[in-house]
């Protein structure tokens, strides 16, 4: 997932990212402790593309507070 790709999505749609990949989260994580994951490289990722939604959120509410 693209930094770029994601700032051209609203707000809205971000949110709707960050909770299926919080989700999807989950799952692997469950999934290892369970001993059925097959990628463990996709829990980093995962990680990381939550921390890009994140920040992108909190850089479109930080723009938005300026120009009021």
């Not at 997932?1 to 989950?26: G, H, I, N, S, V």
């Amino acid at each position: 997932m693209k930094a770029a790709d994601l700032r051209e999505k609203t707000p809205d749609q971000l949110r709707e990212e960050l909770a299926a990949l919080k989700k999807e989260a989950f799952n692997l994580r469950f999934r290892a402790a369970t001993g059925q994951n097959e990628n463990t490289a996709r829990m980093r990722d995962v990680r990381r593309d939550v921390a890009r939604v994140n920040t992108i959120l909190n850089q479109k509410a930080a723009a938005a507070a300026q120009e009021a």
